[in-house]
């Protein structure tokens, strides 16, 4: 198995205490759809991190998501760290990454989560108004009291965590809203998701995703009120990886990765899938109950999906930024082979060059 390729897991599959309108989740495409409230079983928890470990170097990465992962519950974390620890091997790494919704966080999870190092990704798009347009529980509540209540909760334990923020056609258009509450309530590790489906073939995008130009205008603004004459208060993830790649680095985030391939998806029931924008029949690699998951890892199904990153791009290699996106997400391509944010990117890269030098500088000194 390759070093440092993690685990992204879904001990619930999508199944959720929420019903965000923009959520990806809601296709009538994903194999499990028709299974009601499914969890990962033990012999197939098991099976996993033991297989996984042996296999992961010195360095194993869980990430738990859904769905909403805290609906496995309490005893089914606690069982995945008695199996971390029985099957690490010496002086073996382990990192444990969770995002929620916020809304079952309570002091227990949190002293669990403290206890055991976890990391923790928070769901919030903004201020009230912008996280409850389309952020809504099950019988239509909304969710933002909920969610602030959580990221209290998981200060009040000292649990580390960030938040993660969809973008979509209402959040796009307030960049500097969006920046100063955060900054306003003490969130300084900040990550932007843009919500993009479209009709493949019309190759439109569908409502409550960005548009090209939204997104642009939203990066170029974005940046502006962070860079703060080169001393930014916040960690925002798409900035810090656009320097660590000026800075000659690998950068973190999968989509400006050469190729795909630094994760894969686990679903509740041991199939193992390359991407989780890709839980689809046709990418369907295999079961760990089957077959040992670092076989899966190196079959030819899995391997075709990770270098169609670069071989089914179109106008990358001769395009002067293609060295920090290597042709980006494969979610955003068009039929064509051109990626749907690519003009967005190419003029934000332009805008903000000289100052990511800057800064650059400034490390370096």
Known sequence: MAGGLSLLIKPVSADCNMRCQYCFYIRPGDPYRSKEHPVMDDTTLRTMISGYMKSA????????????PLLAGLDFFKRVVDYQQK???SAQLVSNNLQTNGVLLN??????FKRYHFFIGVSLDGPEEYHNAYRHSLNGHNSFHQAMKGVQTLRDHQVEFSVLTVLNDVTVKRPVELYQFFIKNGLYFLQFIPCVEFDRDSQKAKRHSVSVESYRDFLCTLF???YNKGKPLASIRLFENILTISMGMD???????NQCGSYVVVEYNGDVYPCDFFVEDQWMG????????????ENRKMQTFNSRKIEQSSGCDSCQWNFICHSGCQHYRLSDGRNYLCD???EFFSYTQKRFDLLKQNLLK
Request: aromatic residues 20%; charged residues 20%.
């Open 251 to 257: 950068p973190e985030i999968c989509a400006f990765q």
């Open 224 to 226: 502006d009120v962070w």
């Open 87 to 89: 099957y690490g091997l």
């Open 344 to 346: 967005a990117y190419k």
């Open 286 to 297: 295999g079961n760990l109950l089957e077959t040992p998951i670092y076989e899966i890892i």
């Open 57 to 68: 170097g010195r360095s194993a990465s869980f990430g738990w998501q859904g769905g909403e």
């Open 107 to 112: 002091d227990k999870w949190a002293k669990f």
